[in-house]
């Protein structure tokens, strides 16, 4: 089965709209996917309506970040329920640093002229903010390049106290909270993270490895495959799709572990089942 369970809207940092996204799920192929935005539930309603009225199976989903934030040590939780008050308290922690983030960088935008064009008051309001988020907005006015854009966020957040960051949850707080809410726990893209050794802490706590990623280059591919076989961790699939600056679409072309498939299986709300309510 094809299946894409790391997708991201405009929610957190994706450039589409939850709807969208669903939208080329079904368009490409996909029959089970799940959005999965970071630290943030906002988008499920609208993408699982789109999922369901195309006839995919829908996952609820969710992409933790934990501590520390520059280890890129992101936790997905698969089949979660989004009411679920520890995986909620958990998160508004984890958007009170974003906003944290995105405030920092706003203020820096404002001294050096460019927030009025922008619209940044508007972050003010939003559920969720995050420096990817306000990037977007930067790179489609063509006031920076993406390297500029990136190296401006880094100085920003770089003057924020430490203590800022204290608030993120551990790997083990985000696995902890995605089981007490019903769902499965899975390393995204473990290529991603700059120390392997901390990478590899987190292991015993997953139950799955996110292999099969376009986060990973080729030659990573059967690196992560032997790690997770050593872990007894199931692999798993996803896209981690954002559509940055427009980019296309490239669906998973992997089939999923029929292992986690069938963990996942009573976690999956199909069509049939949401219209008999």
Same mark, same amino acid.
């Given at each position: 089965? !094809? ?11 994706g ?8 939208t ?22 609208? +993408?699982? %309506?789109?999922?369901?009225?195309? &006839? ?26 989004v ?12 958007? =009170?640093?974003?906003?944290r ?15 009025? #064009? ?5 972050f003010?309001? /939003?559920?969720?903010?995050m $420096?990817?988020?306000? !990037? ?12 500029? +854009? ?8 770089? *003057? ?13 707080? %985000? ?7 019903? &769902? ?6 473990p290529? =991603?993270? @700059?120390?392997?050794?901390l990478?590899? #802490? ?6 799955? !490895? ?6 990973? /280059?080729?030659?990573?591919? $059967?690196?992560?495959? #032997? ?15 954002? &559509? *940055? /600056?427009?980019?296309?679409?490239? $669906? ?5 572990? $029929?292992?986690? !498939?069938?963990?996942?299986? @009573? ?11």
């Amino acid at each position: 089965m !094809l299946v894409d369970l790391h997708m991201h809207s405009t929610v957190s940092d994706g450039w589409r709209d939850p709807d969208e996204v669903a939208t080329l799920a079904a368009d490409h192929g996909m029959r089970v996917m799940a959005l999965t935005d970071h630290d943030s539930f906002y988008g499920v309603v609208r +993408a699982r %309506a789109v999922a369901l009225a195309r &006839g995919l199976g829908y996952v609820a989903g969710v992409e933790i970040t934990t501590y520390p934030h520059t280890q890129v040590r992101h936790i997905l939780g698969h089949g979660v329920d989004v009411e679920h008050p520890t995986l909620h308290a958990l998160l508004r922690r984890n958007q =009170s640093v974003l906003r944290r983030q995105s405030e920092a960088w706003i203020a820096v935008l404002r001294q050096q002229g460019m927030a009025g #064009e922008l619209g940044l008051e508007a972050f003010a309001h /939003k559920p969720v903010a995050m $420096p990817g988020a306000i !990037l977007k907005l930067v790179l489609q006015h063509g006031l920076m390049t993406e390297k500029q +854009a990136w190296e401006s966020v880094r100085q920003a957040v770089d *003057f924020l106290p430490g203590d800022v960051y204290a608030a993120l949850a551990s790997p083990r707080e %985000a696995v902890d909270a995605i089981h007490a809410a019903g &769902g499965l726990a899975v390393h995204a893209h473990p290529g =991603s993270v @700059p120390d392997q050794d901390l990478m590899k #802490e987190v292991l015993p706590l997953v139950d799955a !490895l996110e292999v099969y990623t376009r986060r990973h /280059k080729p030659e990573q591919i $059967p690196v992560y495959e #032997e790690l997770a076989r050593q872990h007894g961790l199931m692999m798993t699939v996803g896209s981690d799709f954002h &559509g *940055f /600056k427009g980019e296309a679409y490239e $669906p998973p072309r992997r089939m999923i572990d $029929p292992r986690y !498939l069938e963990r996942l299986r @009573p976690r999956i709300i199909w069509p049939a089942l949401e219209q008999a309510g």
